[in-house]
C-alpha cells in the first residue's frame, strides 16, 4: 500500500530541490525518496553497529541469561 507524505520545506529549499532534481535526471518525488531510503540504510546501519558493540559489551550478561 502506498501512502503519501507532505513535508514543509522554505520556497528556497523547495526551488533547490527541484533544481538538483532535474539535473540528475529525476522527479522531486524520486530525489525525495531516493535520498529517504539512503537515510533509512544509513540509520539501520547505525542501528545494528550499535546492537553488535552493545551485545559484545555484555556478552557474559546475555549468555547468563540465555541459560
Sequence with gaps: M???L???M???ERAELA???DATGQ???EAVLAAVRG???AEREKAG???ARLAGQHAGLLRRLGE
Design 19 to 21: 533544481d538538483l532534481a
Design 2 to 4: 502506498e501512502e503519501q
Design 6 to 8: 507532505i513535508i514543509v
Design 49 to 51: 553497529s550499535e546492537a
Design 10 to 12: 522554505a520556497d528556497a
Design 39 to 41: 537515510w533509512m540504510q
Design 27 to 29: 522527479s522531486v518525488e
